[in-house]
């Protein structure tokens, strides 16, 4: 062995916060990224005085494991708040037109969004019996707690602009964890959101959303300098082989082959690179991470003249309903989001297309792309002038899709996986896609290390640091 404890695979935000964990818990740490250089998806781009964010934009955060890293890195005094302008309001495309979604419950009634029938049928939401069904759909969990307007006007569009999934095919149970949960535990979401509310405001567990001064690669670049943790770019890892005392893992290098051995192995890698390698050592586990499928998303930067735009700008900005719009599923305003995004007198709006409504984007070119935004913006916004900045990000994997009987699907890649001593594996086709639930998930991995450390014969556990604390 080489005195390293844990051979992360994948420089992400998964393998990368997986990584910083296990150093504070004590464990020497080694990370292989198969590019030139770590954050996978996420990179901040400056251009002509904007700056853009290649795929997550923030941090919306509710766990108390996020705050501790953030803290304990020394991220705090980096942290960019959203912008009080942002926070007071969302919108939505509603019968053509950009309508303020309510956050408050009085204001969400009155709303003109909802017909009467709809509110009144939300307000039975208390009243419907609870499903034991784990396979249901976002559609069908929705519509039988909510109604059918509920789905359609605020969930599609928050699944298809946020997860890029469908709701009539993604897991409700894995793609809306929390409100599947409110349900199990307390019967409704209702009397779940009251209790939470009451729970939160004993454990002052505050919701924020934030960013970072030079954006979301200066988590990135934070976490990749860790103590403890070792980043090595452009290893790419060609073969994984089981041996008595742990793992050989081999990659090719700028500098050739290396190989290392090492007692505990997390691929933190998208399903498809996982089941390549994994195919070798178990043909079924590999065929089950084949079958999670993912989401192709074009993301659209425009720069304009603040005078350029008649809409005031003044929230977060926009989601679109399946029914309003099929290629254009949100735009947020990034300029109103966080200072510094634009020069000033400028404005930085953000657009995203595709994701399993509308795959075919992935295929048209770049001309097409920015017609197709700008039409859609210049009815929307009320834009008058042509873009001084266009930039285009194109992710034919974006995100993975939560589809079809998810939960079955990782029970099952759980029971194949727990054959193989000292192997992990950590990526966001588990437990959610957001850099909040990879934070989140990369302690639970840390403790779960520990914990087999632990109970290992003839082994001495790392340090365990007792800040780790319970999870969240």
């Given at each position: 062995m080489t005195g390293i404890d844990v051979l992360v695979v994948g420089g992400g935000i998964s393998g990368l916060s997986s990584a910083w964990w296990l150093a504070r818990a004590g464990f020497s740490v080694e990370v292989w990224e198969a590019g030139d250089r770590p954050g996978g998806k996420i990179l901040s781009q400056r251009q002509d005085g904007y700056l853009t964010e290649r795929a997550a934009?923030?941090?919306?955060?509710?766990?108390?494991?996020?705050?501790?890293?953030?803290?304990?890195?020394?991220?705090?005094?980096a942290k960019t708040k959203r912008s009080p302008a942002a926070a007071a309001r969302r919108y939505l495309l509603h019968q053509g037109r950009l309508e303020s979604l309510p956050m408050r419950l009085g204001a969400f009634m009155t709303s003109p969004l909802w017909s009467l029938r709809g509110k009144l049928r939300m307000l039975a939401e208390p009243f419907i019996p609870a499903s034991g069904d784990e396979n249901e759909s976002v559609s069908q969990f929705i519509t039988r707690r909510l109604g059918r307007e509920v789905l359609e006007k605020a969930m599609e569009p928050f699944v298809a602009g946020t997860l890029a999934a469908d709701p009539d095919r993604a897991c409700?149970?894995?793609?809306?964890?929390?409100?599947?949960?409110?349900?199990?535990?307390y019967g409704s979401i209702t009397a779940g959101i009251v209790a939470n509310r009451l729970l939160h405001r004993r454990q002052g567990c505050v919701t924020d959303t934030f960013s970072f001064q030079g954006g979301m690669n200066t988590l990135i670049n934070n976490l990749a300098r860790t103590h403890g943790v070792q980043l090595y770019t452009r290893h790419?890892?060609?073969?994984?082989?089981?041996?008595?005392?742990?793992?050989r893992v081999t990659a090719m290098?700028?500098?050739?082959?290396?190989?290392?051995?090492?007692?505990?192995?997390?691929?933190?890698?998208?399903?498809?690179?996982?089941?390549?390698?994994?195919?070798?050592?178990d043909a079924e586990l590999a065929d089950l991470l084949r079958g999670i499928r993912y989401a192709p998303v074009t993301v659209v930067h425009l720069g304009l003249d603040r005078a350029s735009v008649q809409h005031p700008l003044d929230g977060t900005g926009f989601l679109v309903p399946r029914q309003e719009g099929r290629h254009l599923t949100g735009n947020l305003w990034m300029s109103t989001l966080f200072p510094n995004?634009?020069?000033?007198?400028?404005?930085?709006?953000?657009?995203y297309l595709g994701g399993a409504r509308s795959p075919e984007v992935r295929?048209?070119?770049?001309?097409?792309?920015?017609?197709?935004t700008l039409r859609a913006l210049r009815k929307y916004l009320g834009l008058k002038a042509e873009p001084e900045m266009v930039r285009i990000d194109r992710h034919p994997q974006a995100l993975p899709l939560y589809h079809g009987a998810y939960q079955a699907r990782m029970q099952a890649?759980?029971?194949r996986l727990s054959k193989f001593s000292g192997l992990y594996l950590e990526a966001n086709y588990q437990g959610g896609v957001s850099v909040r639930d990879r934070i989140a998930?990369?302690?639970?991995?840390?403790?779960?290390?520990?914990?087999a450390e632990r109970h290992a014969p003839g082994r001495l556990a790392p340090l365990a640091l007792p800040a780790l604390g319970p999870d969240g």
């Open positions: 934009a923030m941090v919306m955060n509710f766990r108390p494991e996020v705050v501790e890293l953030v803290r304990e890195a020394g991220l705090e005094p409700a149970a894995s793609t809306l964890p929390r409100l599947t949960a409110l349900e199990r535990r790419t890892v060609q073969e994984l082989v089981r041996e008595q005392t742990g793992w290098t700028p500098a050739g082959e290396r190989s290392l051995q090492v007692p505990r192995v997390v691929l933190a890698t998208p399903a498809p690179a996982a089941a390549s390698l994994l195919a070798g050592l995004r634009a020069p000033a007198g400028k404005v930085l709006l953000c657009a295929d048209w070119d770049d001309n097409h792309i920015v017609a197709e890649i759980g029971a998930r990369g302690r639970t991995l840390a403790k779960q290390i520990q914990a």
